[in-house]
């Protein structure tokens, strides 16, 4: 969902006879590790090294582990392998120009 002051993400926590709940983080600020445009983050015990050249109407635009680079849309998880491991990265948020992720590796 897109919000004043970037994309965030919206659920459904409830829902009774009458009414749904909804959440969001919209207001929150990222959290998690966070990387902003032309930085690189590093993840899951260095594992993953994410350098972030874009953000834009709710999509990212990331390099993982190398130059190619791949879109990713907020809420959207991927996989990728990273030496014997596959692991599994999540867009979170984007506030102005900065992106927050989660990541494991298995």
Do not use: W, Y
């Not at 829902?15 to 590790?33: K, N, Q, Y």
């Not at 992106?99 to 590796?105: D, E, P, R, Y």
């Amino acid at each position: 969902m897109r919000h004043a002051s970037g994309t965030c993400l919206v659920g459904l926590s409830g829902v009774s006879r009458s009414r749904a709940e909804i959440t969001s983080d919209c207001d929150a600020p990222l959290s998690g590790p966070t990387v902003s445009v032309g930085e690189t983050v590093t993840l899951t015990d260095r594992a993953l090294r994410v350098f972030l050249s874009g953000a834009i109407d709710g999509d990212a635009r990331l390099a993982i582990n190398g130059l190619q680079t791949r879109m990713v849309s907020v809420g959207e998880a991927f996989s990728v392998e990273a030496g014997d491991r596959t692991c599994t990265v999540r867009a979170r948020g984007i506030r102005g120009k900065a992106l927050g992720l989660t990541a494991s590796c298995g």
